[in-house]
């Protein structure tokens, strides 16, 4: 029985995986706003109420494919992070921005889905909160860290903003001064700009070397949360 259930597993897993490549093929072809299980189902040469016992209705599926995205940029920032143990604050920082870039670069479209245009009648789940969180706790880290070692220069934080960036730290931050928790959410927001603008077209005939522009810039969002230059 053991085995059955077993084999039934594996299938259930080898489906599941075979839904979602095709759809994120049909997110690279057509965008998001496109996508529909019957298309999914025809590629695959599935009947349509076949595939709804593994995924309902499409904003399902679409949940699925940016839970997954979610958790593939955050393996990468989480482990860029790892890699740079024990290297200071800033280089920590640096190393994983770039490994957010790479991973853009790598999934363009898969990034167009968490980052771009929201999907018109698509409204996230709870579900995602989550795996969209790895990517920004990884940068808390960096700066927990920081503030309880070699410390960090706090940017200015305006009186008008103090209660906002107050009830941010305590919603999200906790342990890091506000002046931190501020300047990181405008670093978090520039940094997707950033890669907005070179993955969608933005820098054609503007930034020739995007590497040493990227680095330059990760760099400046670096000062600008207050890490120490070394």
């Not at 080898?14 to 019957?38: F, H, N, Q, W, Y």
């Amino acid at each position: 029985m053991n085995t059955v259930r077993g084999a039934r597993e594996r299938a259930r897993i080898e489906v599941t995986a075979a839904i979602k490549d095709e759809a994120r093929r049909m997110l690279a072809a057509e965008g998001a706003p496109r996508l529909s299980l019957r298309a999914v189902a025809r590629e695959l040469g599935m009947v349509s109420s076949a595939l709804y016992r593994y995924f309902p209705s499409r904003d399902e599926l679409l949940t699925a494919l940016i839970i997954d995205a979610y958790d593939s940029v955050g393996a990468a920032a989480e482990a860029a992070d790892a890699r740079a143990a024990g290297a200071p604050p800033r280089a920590r920082w640096i190393a994983v921005c770039e490994a957010v870039r790479s991973w853009a670069l790598e999934h363009p479209h898969e990034y167009a889905l968490i980052y771009g245009s929201p999907v018109p009648g698509y409204s996230a789940p709870t579900d995602t909160v989550g795996p969209a969180s790895r990517v920004g706790n990884t940068f808390i880290g960096i700066l927990r860290a920081a503030y309880e070692g070699p410390g960090l220069a706090l940017p200015p934080l305006p009186p008008a903003l103090r209660p906002e960036a107050e009830r941010m730290t305590a919603d999200f931050a906790e342990g890091l001064p506000p002046a931190v928790t501020a300047a990181l959410v405008a670093a978090w927001a520039q940094l997707v700009g950033l890669l907005s603008f070179e993955l969608f077209g933005q820098f054609n005939r503007v930034v020739e070397d995007r590497t040493a522009f990227f680095a330059h810039a990760a760099g400046q969002l670096a000062h600008g949360v207050g890490l120490p230059a070394v």
